[in-house]
Every structure is written in structure tokens, then in C-alpha cells.
């Protein structure tokens, strides 16, 4: 938000504050506590969780509508109001301010290192589609130098006249000057306060307590003010966590507290490169607030992945919140959005959650089970505003809770969608996992009882932490089926056999597991991509039989080594009745994948040979249900 207060705080907390005096702590004493004119990040209980996004979304959409004279759709949640962005890119000072050095062992290399990683990540490049007036749009960020201070902090909190006389005084120690593509980051060390204006970090105004924000002063100093967000005294409340619950959530996948910061300087950064001056990017007013891209998304975030990360950029693991996309009109961490389907594996039982006998009727129960590799058991997680409906892939139902209890112990059935809050769901990192949070009931999803067998029903209940509560996200890989167009049947392991050698055949397609292929991208050989085809029923790579280079070489399933073997390039063919086809050529032999003696019959083998272009050598990847 404006002074960029990472913004939870609902509208009626917002009321809240225009009205209530200047808070009175001892530091103002002899010190000046401004009005606020930043945008900023507030704490997890200044109001219902997540509630005030959804709201503002809601407020928006209306806002924008009647601000168009046709009120059309096309109308964006976050207009552009005619001032500039950083465009190009953003050289990013930061200034750990840390007198006594109370941080955690890599705190300030892990928040570099975040700063190195974010300009090329997929999450700053969405932010090309806010541009300035001239077409410059913010492409990328680059941390230009960083600083420890060790000078004493004035009193405890600080105040944003503190945090611009520190900016001021890095500058001067340090050469660095102001500009309109500079910004610069001041990092406290843990469990000092921090306040703008009557608003302060949780451990002095609890209520409508900040965890952030950013701002400007002068004509073009940009900057952000970041407290150490694991702070004890903060009590949680700038970390993730379940509503109506007191046991601590959140998620360290480098395993320190830097983690948790770098969540809310994420916040901010795409704040600021949109919103610097508070003329960029944002809401039309809501309640005489503005909203900017981070505001109406703050604490949402993707599935975790088994490092309790839900970006990795760089091969670096990160837990970020997502940002608003006005291209989709939801909360997103990249500008793709591809179709995606996961397995949502329990923590305390490892069983699949899944949808009783598999059935396709409303108000079938929800239970966990044994993965069975079923398509009950996948699920897409379909964003709706800050939010998601949790759709089933065999089903096409969402799921919902039970008549819209709110109550302890209430069923979770699939149900079809009738946009209602009851069906919308959101996450909050927990570890390595995630919980499950109903909108509506702000109740958890968990496993009755803590049960661990198949078909223990999944219920909501209150947050508390427990193993039952915690579920992980394992994506399912795409399946495809290769079909040759001159037989019109499709690559199969012989006998569907799941053993190391087992020939491959072409069949008649009939669903099977051994007609199922997962493309794994395998990095690239001369400057193409190369992949790896793996077998869904065995779990193996096709690969030419003992690496051999001659026409004829039978084409196998093996145990993946990663071999040159078991890498194949997929080249772009022409079409076949529409459809795109390929030559598949493995990497080592240089020979494609071929029907022997160009064959139409079922039980032919598939080996390799010299490329002459045939239809036997072509085919097609077809998507299946997988």
C-alpha cells in the first residue's frame, strides 16, 4: 500500500485508523512522528485474515466500473494513474542497520542473494505489464551495493524519520545519490519496533499493527523500511499464519529467519517499482485508501514445495507472497498459466486426499487414501481473486464445506461450483507443507481424528498445527501418448511390462499406463532443448538399447542414468490431419524413433534409424488424463 504498508487491514480497519489519534509511546517524545503518508504492510490481525483482500477486490472491480464511462469489464482492478514507475531496471541499496548485530547467522547474505536473484524471476518480469505513460515498464532489479551500520538506533522503535535520516546517512557514507531508479532498503535488527506515524510493528500497536512499508521523500529518495519479521516481540503476527490459531506457521526454507523478511520485502519491492511516488499503479479510491499490486494479495502464497519454498529462482528457494495480475484479475507468482494438477499429500498419514469411490455426484465425501495414481486424486487449484477453488480433475466439481458449516468436525464434499465463499480456499506455509484454510468458516482442512487409514473422512476443524493439518503439494507430471500417424497407434512398452529392457511396441491405445509418457525437460545439447521420456506405468526412460549408433537398435525402457542415451530431441515436423507432428532423435545416435519396416500392425517394433522423413518416423504428443 501507499506508504507502502503491506496492507491487510480491511476497510473497516482503515476507518479505524483515520480516526484514531497519534498513538503515545515514550519515543516521540523529543522525536517527530509524521502523519503517514506511506504505503503500508500491515499485520496479520489488524483484521479477519484475508478478508480485506477480498473485499478490496470486490470494492475495485466496482470502483474501476463506475469510474468507466461504459462500466465495462475490460475495466482493470488496478488502473494507472499517470505518474511514473522504476522502469528499466531497479538498482536496489541495501542498509542492514544492525547495532548490536541480533540477526540470524545469514540474514544479511540470504536478503543479498534474494536481491540478486528477483529481477529475472518470473514474478518481477509479470510487472511488464504495468508501464508509465511513455510505454517503459520495470524489467528488472539489481542490487547495487549493500551496507551494515552499526550506529546506535535512536530510541526503540524507530520512526520514518529515522529510516530517512539512515537512508540519508548511507548515502553520504557510501556515495550512493537518489533517482528515480534507485531504492533504497533499511533492514532493523530483531525486536526493534519500528512506527509511521500512529501506525507501529505489532509489539506497540497490536491491533492495526504494520509489518512494512515503503515511501518517498524529496523529489526522488525512494525507499523501503523492513523490520526483522520473526521478531519474538512481534508475536507471529508478520509471519503466515491459520486465523484462530496461536500455533506459529510460516515457513524457513533456507532454514533462518531471513526467510520470512525476505516475504515482506517482496511485498514491497513490487510495490515500489509500480507505486514509487504513489501516481503509478493502484486501486481507484477505496474508502479514501488506495490499494496497490501487493496489497491486494498480501499473505497469499502457492503450494510449497519439500523445502517449504513456493518459488525457486536461480535454483534458490524462496517463500514469497503472490502479486496482483491485472492480466487475469487474480493473484499470480509468474505470468504463466498453465493448467496445473497436484496430489495433496498429509503430512501425518501420507495418504492422497481423494474423493470417495471415486465418484462424480455432488456432496460424494472427501477422504484420504493410498495413491492409487487416479485422476480423483488430482486436483487444480483454480485462482478465484486472492483466493482458489480446489477443482477436482476427475470430477470437474469443487470442493466445499458441507452446507457451509462453520463448525468444528463439518464434512468437505466436492460440490458444483456456485462461486460461493464456502468454496474458496487459501494456503498458508507451514514448513515443508501448507494448511488448508476455508474462506468462509476459517477452519482448516484435517483428517477426522488424526486418522491414518484409507477412507478416513477429511474434515474442517480449528487451526492447530498438528500433522493432520499439514498437506503437501506434489505437481503431477503431464502424461502424453505418441501416436505414429501412419499406423495410427501409439508407443507402448511391450506387454506393458515395468521391467529394465522391456522393448517398446506400437498399440492400439486403450489408456494404459505403458501408453503414458511424461516429457522431462533435460536441459539442452547445442543450444536445443532435450528431454527425457518417461514411462508412467514403470517409471522408466526410454533409451536405445546399449547406447549402440546403428539403424535398427531396438528402443528400450531403463533405469534413468541421465545417460546421452536417454536424451531425445523432439523436432518440429509439419502437421498431420491438424494436429502437430514430430521426429523424436536421440541424442547419442543422431537416429529418430521409427516403426519397423514402417509397419501398421499392433505388436511392431519401435526402433531407431537414419531420418528419411517417413511417416513411420513421424508423431504425435497427445495429451491424456493422466
Excluded at 92 to 98: D, G
Excluded at 232 to 238: A, I
Excluded at 339 to 364: M, P, R, V
Excluded at 382 to 394: A, K, M
Amino acid at each position: 500500500m501507499r506508504k507502502g504498508i503491506l496492507p491487510l487491514l480491511g476497510l473497516v480497519a482503515f476507518f479505524i485508523m483515520a480516526l484514531t489519534p497519534a498513538t503515545t509511546f515514550a519515543a516521540t517524545s523529543a522525536r517527530t512522528a509524521k502523519a503517514p503518508s506511506a504505503h503500508i504492510f500491515p499485520s496479520r490481525n489488524a483484521t479477519p485474515l484475508l478478508s480485506s483482500s477480498s473485499t478490496h477486490i470486490a470494492a475495485a472491480l466496482s470502483a474501476n466500473a463506475n469510474a468507466t464511462a461504459n462500466a465495462s469489464a475490460a475495466s482493470p482492478v488496478l488502473p494507472y494513474h499517470g505518474g511514473p514507475v522504476i522502469a528499466g531496471t531497479t538498482n536496489v541499496y541495501a542498509i542492514f542497520w544492525e547495532p548490536t548485530n541480533n540477526v540470524s547467522a545469514n540474514y544479511n547474505s540470504l536478503i543479498s542473494r534474494y536481491f540478486d536473484d528477483v529481477g529475472s524471476s518470473p514474478l518481477y518480469q509479470n510487472l511488464k505489464q504495468y508501464p508509465q505513460a511513455d510505454g517503459a515498464f520495470p524489467s528488472n532489479a539489481v542490487l547495487a551495493g549493500s551496507w551494515v551500520d552499526t550506529g546506535a538506533y535512536p530510541a526503540n522503535p524507530v520512526l520514518d524519520s529515522d529510516i530517512q535520516t539512515e537512508v540519508t546517512h548511507a548515502q553520504n557514507v557510501n556515495g550512493w545519490t537518489s533517482s528515480g531508479n534507485n531504492i533504497f532498503f533499511v533492514f532493523t535488527e530483531k525486536n526493534e519496533g519500528l512506527c509511521s506515524g500512529s501506525t507501529c510493528t505489532p509489539d506497540i500497536t497490536p491491533t492495526i499493527g504494520l509489518c512494512a512499508y515503503h515511501d518517498y521523500f524529496g523529489t526522488n529518495t525512494i525507499y523501503a523500511a523492513i523490520p526483522y519479521a520473526a521478531s519474538p516481540t512481534f508475536d507471529g503476527l508478520c509471519t503466515p499464519g491459520a486465523p484462530n490459531s496461536t500455533a506459529p506457521a510460516g515457513s524457513r526454507p533456507n532454514n533462518d529467519d531471513a526467510d520470512l523478511t525476505i516475504n515482506l520485502t517482496s511485498h514491497e519491492e513490487m510495490e515500489a517499482a509500480t507505486d514509487p511516488f504513489g501516481n503509478g499503479w493502484a486501486t481507484n479510491p477505496i474508502a479514501n485508501h488506495y490499494f496497490e499490486i501487493g496489497d491486494l494479495c498480501v499473505w497469499t502464497f502457492a503450494p510449497n514445495n519439500a523445502q517449504g519454498a513456493d518459488v525457486v529462482w536461480n535454483g534458490h528457494n524462496y517463500i514469497v507472497q503472490q502479486e496482483w495480475d491485472n492480466s487475469i484479475n487474480t493473484c499470480d507468482l509468474s505470468s504463466n498459466h498453465a493448467a496445473k494438477y497436484y496430489t495433496i499429500q498429509n503430512l501425518n498419514s501420507h495418504e492422497i486426499l481423494d474423493i470417495l469411490n471415486a465418484s462424480t455426484a455432488q456432496g460424494a465425501s472427501l477422504v484420504q487414501w493410498s495413491n492409487h495414481l487416479g485422476v480423483s486424486q488430482q486436483w487444480d487449484l483454480v485462482p478465484d481473486g486472492t483466493l482458489y477453488e480446489i477443482v477436482n480433475r476427475n470430477s470437474g466439481l469443487v470442493l466445499d464445506d458441507y452446507h457451509s458449516g462453520v463448525n468444528d468436525g463439518t464434512p468437505v464434499v466436492q460440490w458444483a461450483n456456485h462461486d460461493g465463499l464456502s468454496q474458496l480456499w487459501y494456503l498458508v506455509p507451514d514448513g515443508a507443507n501448507d494448511q488448508i484454510v476455508n474462506f468462509l468458516s476459517k477452519r482448516v482442512l484435517d483428517v477426522y481424528h488424526s486418522g491414518l487409514t484409507n477412507g478416513t473422512p477429511v474434515v474442517q476443524w480449528t487451526g492447530h498445527n498438528g500433522a493432520s493439518q499439514q498437506w503437501s503439494f506434489n505437481a503431477v507430471k503431464p502424461y502424453y501418448a505418441i501416436q505414429n500417424p501412419n499406423s495410427g497407434l501409439v508407443l507402448d512398452v511391450n506387454g506393458g511390462s515395468s521391467a529394465s529392457g522391456a522393448s517398446t511396441v506400437q498399440e492400439p491405445y486403450q489408456g494404459h499406463g505403458s501408453q503414458q509418457w511424461a516429457l522431462l525437460a533435460d536441459g539442452t545439447r547445442n543450444g536445443s532443448a532435450i528431454y527425457q521420456l518417461e514411462n508412467l506405468n514403470s517409471g522408466l526412460v526410454l533409451d536405445d538399447y546399449h547406447s549402440q549408433t546403428t539403424n535398427g537398435t531396438p528402443v528400450i525402457q531403463w533405469t534413468n542414468h541421465n545417460g546421452i542415451g536417454q536424451q531425445w530431441f523432439l523436432i518440429a515436423d509439419g502437421t498431420h490431419n491438424g494436429v502437430p507432428i514430430y521426429l523424436i532423435k536421440n541424442a547419442n545416435s543422431g537416429l529418430v524413433l521409427d516403426v519397423y519396416h514402417s509397419q501398421k500392425t499392433a505388436g511392431a517394433a519401435v526402433i531407431q534409424w537414419t531420418n528419411h522423413n517417413g511417416a513411420s518416423q513421424q508423431w504425435s504428443i497427445l495429451t491424456t488424463s493422466a
